[in-house]
């Protein structure tokens, strides 16, 4: 069906000479399930639906390049405001695991955060996830455009006492997990809805043997797929592998090749530079930059335990791509944008260090070129037709003199109207047509209420859930 969005009070358009977007006013823009057919005057094909674009705006489809909706949704109320103070603050060691859904909880969570992201403009999605029961069908379903990154690794971190960290890892677990990994993201490459794509994930830089990384960089090569990995995220894990190889995070990936313009790192904070690590070198941006390795900037869950880049402003001005990605709850991408400007502005003690449209560059073309496509988080013709209607009209859109900074900085998703993916609409009037975002809330409270009630069990020192996640407010 060939819908027209007829005369549309504003448009992003992407500018290809500048490689950039640009507002453009009083705009048609006409698709179908093949892509953008045009933007502008004049179009003189068939229509089958004609939308009145007056008090909209139409911009790309948000490109969300980290995410975990099979485990982050079920956190909500636990995880918001903890961390290990001898771990350096960060949540990876002694929480990440105690809260998670079972395998019945997992669907209402996925359906949880990508009804999240529709609603908050997300068209394009890397569901970083260990493999589910049903997952890549259900992800078809959802109406997304969906990057299946499937997680795999050679086995566990943990602690027994809060304060270090220990490893057990298995070659054998790790091949025959990745193995695994492989065969989701082939049933993805060849999934019917022409919207599933994959990513190889080794999952992280410190879970994952020299020989789990070198043949899942072979695997990414052969299917010409990229890759992405979690390093540089934590001051442990900089210490650990400084440990074993004598070199940061980033120069340890170098050596083994993995760095490249198909690789990207999530979440590249901990880089040689960084002053809470005091290492000799000043190597690890500019290599970044040189190899065209891009960066998952997730600011939210990083920000929640006092860490931030140092700084976005600074990643960007050295030539780093950068992506953004919604690494925690809620799912709400817009809010996220937010958030990366704001943290970026205050670590580096400048109000100019970054811009609303190098952030929103960042969550559209940005996160296109992350996952080598050409086609998405733009609007031209030939790309495809993934594409968000905001409302003008609504309160805190206005004034809409710079319509993006409002809706970045003020309104989010509340003026988030309609979404299209590969030309269908998969949002209208901001509710979710593909998922019941209510009945997978209600899932989601059961799961959580099952994970917590072996949350003590799990937990080194066998904590009560409160002494865990203190409430907010006693209870009386």
Sequence with gaps: MTTRIRNADIVIAYDGAADDHVYRRNLDVVFDASGILHLGDGFTGEVAREIDGKGFMVMPGLVDIHSHPSSEPGNKGMT??????????????????????????????????????????????????F?????????????????????????????RNGYTVEYELDDAAGRKAMEDAFKV?????????????GMACPAQIDTCTEELFRASIAAASERNIPIQTHAAQSISEFHEMVRRSGLSPVQWLDSIGFLGPNASIAHAIFLDDHPWVRWPTRTDLAR?????????????????????????????????????????????????LRHAGVFARITGENHAVVTTGQVFRAATLGGAKLLGRDDIGRLAKGAQADLVMIDLTHPMMRPTRDPLKSLVNAAADRAVAHVFVQGRQVVA????????????????????????????????????????????????
């Design 131 to 159: 493999p589910s029961e049903g997952w890549v069908d259900r992800a078809a379903a959802s109406g997304l455009r969906m990057v299946m990154a499937p997680m795999y690794r050679n086995g566990r971190w943990f602690t």
């Design 80 to 129: 918001d405001e903890v961390g290990t103070p001898k771990l350096y603050n960060s949540s990876l060691y002694e929480f990440l695991w105690l809260f998670r859904a079972d395998a019945e909880g997992i669907p209402h969570l996925n359906h949880v955060a990508w009804s999240e992201l529709l609603m908050s403009g997300t068209t394009t999605l890397v569901d970083v996830s």
């Design 185 to 197: 993201i082939d049933a993805a490459l060849a999934h019917e809805s022409g919207r599933l794509s």
């Design 288 to 336: 970044l930059a040189e190899t065209g390795t891009s960066v998952a900037h997730c600011p939210t869950v990083f920000g929640r335990r006092g860490v931030t880049l140092r700084d976005l402003g600074r990643y960007l001005k050295a030539g780093v791509n950068i992506g953004i990605g919604t690494d925690t709850f809620p799912h709400n991408m817009l809010e996220e």
């Design 429 to 476: 009037d901001g509710k979710v047509l593909t998922m019941d975002y209510q009945a997978a809330s209600d899932g989601m409270e059961q799961a959580q209420r099952r994970a917590l009630a072996k949350a003590s069990s799990l937990d080194w020192a066998g904590r009560s859930v409160d002494e865990l996640a203190p409430p907010s407010l006693r209870w009386a």
